[in-house]
């Protein structure tokens, strides 16, 4: 028997507010300093703590988030829109509830496009909800402590019709999302902080079955490439308790990346346990036509309209224009290198084969350099005046590939100029003929037979001769440039 897997996708995103969502505590620790290293409970409050006799009140910049992120997935907008109280008891929760949104969110029944091998693939959106975030329980061995500096931030919680189908599939809308969030501006992106995670609800069933096998939550994935790998698990995990005549329990795993299995975390609660009721603390949010629309003119280039932009202008695969606009910083910075070779390019260097070039160093050199160093794209001190002016010397073959690298690496690390590093490196390829040409007829001389041996028609030879003038330049010389020089000298002396 074969099966399919059905896969849905929450993703919590948190909101790039100032200030939480019903108080005016900073939202996250100052520039500079990880949630990590900040001080514990030093960004707290009567409301964030739930003194009693203490109110919210909303910020209305978590409702314009809210609505872009609405609206840029053609979500219809509900108005008025309700928040609710989730009640549960847990130490990092002082108020003994969470306050979200359940039945009337702010937004429904958009969708998300994402590409795959086979084509375009629509995931729908079922809702798109507000909510404030828990604290945090910090466990110090025998005894724990309680940090609310994260309590009342804000956050947006994405949810998927079961529409994805693979752990591929998973991972691209993923993706897609967090280019779309970045995009917008309403999240900084940083997985490593958790601003951006997912609960992934997969099951699966007898290929043919219409009915839903019992479904498994994994929680709080944030990494594009753990997603994949923990539904590959579950998936599999899943399959086989079946052939082997088990029975798939509710519940809610972890991913252990390390291990690479998910692991039971508890047996899944049902809705009804959180008892759910509207919060009388709070009005019901009326959003206004007129504030739709001011919303709507103001979004932003969206990436994928970013990513067709690319092909069409620059003729860039899909491929690479997608890799480019996953996020929004290394996509403007593409757009900078361009803007920046365009003037300066000799005619013969046609856009689209500079910007092919570019995309390269920037998709696989740049892009592993930030993975080696863990850092972002924000963090590099190369900017793209360089990237574009080195750029413009490789295509123009003053430096070889090897010789861009070795530029480039200096620049992402240490900063300074392109021109400063091809002469400290000495790595600027020899283009001068006359130089050259003396050169090669001297390599020529010394290596008579061989010279002559590719004048009767020994083409392998010309491996060796390039060689020995690339040893005698020290590399410096442009190979192909080389080979040309040592054609013409054969055919005038044929
Ligand atoms: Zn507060």
Redesign the pocket.
């Known amino acids: 028997m074969n099966f399919e897997a059905v896969i849905g996708l929450e993703t919590h995103v948190q909101l790039n507010t100032e200030s ?1 969502i ?4 900073p939202a996250k620790p100052r520039t500079g300093v990880s949630v990590a290293d900040q001080e514990i409970n030093s ?7 739930a003194q009693p006799g203490t109110l919210p009140v909303l910020n209305q910049k978590v409702v314009e988030f809210a609505l872009r992120a609405g609206l840029a997935t053609q979500c219809s907008i509900r108005s008025p829109n309700v928040f609710a109280r989730k009640n549960y008891f847990y130490p990092d929760l002082p108020k003994g509830y969470q306050i979200t949104q359940f039945e009337l969110p702010i937004a429904e029944n958009g969708f998300i496009l994402i590409d795959l091998p086979s084509g375009e693939k629509k995931i729908r959106l079922k809702r798109i909800h507000i909510e404030e975030d828990a604290g945090k329980n910090v466990h110090y061995g025998p005894y724990s402590l309680v940090n609310l500096n994260r ?2 931030v804000p956050l947006i919680e994405v949810v998927t019709e079961p529409d994805l189908s693979t752990p591929q599939e998973a991972s691209q809308y993923m993706k897609a999302l967090y280019a779309l969030v970045t995009y917008l501006e309403i999240c900084d992106g940083n997985l490593q902080e958790g601003n951006f995670r997912c609960d992934a609800n997969v099951s699966v069933r007898p290929i043919g079955e219409s009915r839903l096998g019992t479904r498994v939550e994994i929680k709080n994935v944030n990494s594009f490439r753990y997603i994949e790998k923990a539904i590959e698990y579950e998936i599999h995990r899943q399959v086989e308790m079946i052939r082997a005549g088990k029975r798939i329990v509710q519940e809610t795993r972890g991913f252990d990346s390390a291990r690479g299995v998910t692991q039971t975390l508890r047996v899944k609660e049902e809705a009804e346990e959180y008892r759910y009721f509207p919060d009388p603390d709070l009005a019901p949010i009326v959003i206004s036509d007129r504030q739709i629309e001011l919303v709507r003119v103001a979004l932003p280039e969206l990436p994928r309209d970013h990513q067709k932009r690319l092909e069409s202008e620059y003729k860039l695969s899909s491929y690479d224009a997608s890799v480019l606009t996953t996020d929004k910083t290394l996509a403007v910075f593409f757009d900078q290198c361009i803007a920046y070779m365009r003037p300066k390019a000799k005619p013969e260097a046609d856009v689209p084969s500079l910007a092919k070039s570019c995309c390269n160093l920037l998709t696989t050199e740049v892009l592993r350099f930030l993975t080696e160093n863990q850092i972002e794209m924000s963090e590099v001190k190369i900017t793209p005046s360089d990237l574009g002016e080195l750029t413009l010397k490789w295509v123009a073959q003053e430096v070889s590939s090897t010789g861009a690298k070795k530029v480039l690496e200096k620049l992402l690390s240490e900063g300074g100029s392109v021109e400063l590093w091809v002469t400290k490196l000495g790595v600027k390829q020899e283009n001068n003929d006359g130089e050259l040409m003396k050169i090669v007829e001297s390599v020529l001389a010394e290596n008579g037979a061989q010279f002559k041996e590719y004048c009767s028609g020994k083409d392998k030879v010309i491996g060796f001769l390039v060689g020995q003038i690339m040893k005698k330049t020290g590399g410096k010389a442009n190979p192909s440039k080389v080979q040309m020089l040592i054609a013409d000298i054969a055919k005038k002396s044929g």
């Open positions: 939480k019903f108080c005016g505590c960004s707290i409050c009567p409301v964030c703590t309590a009342g």
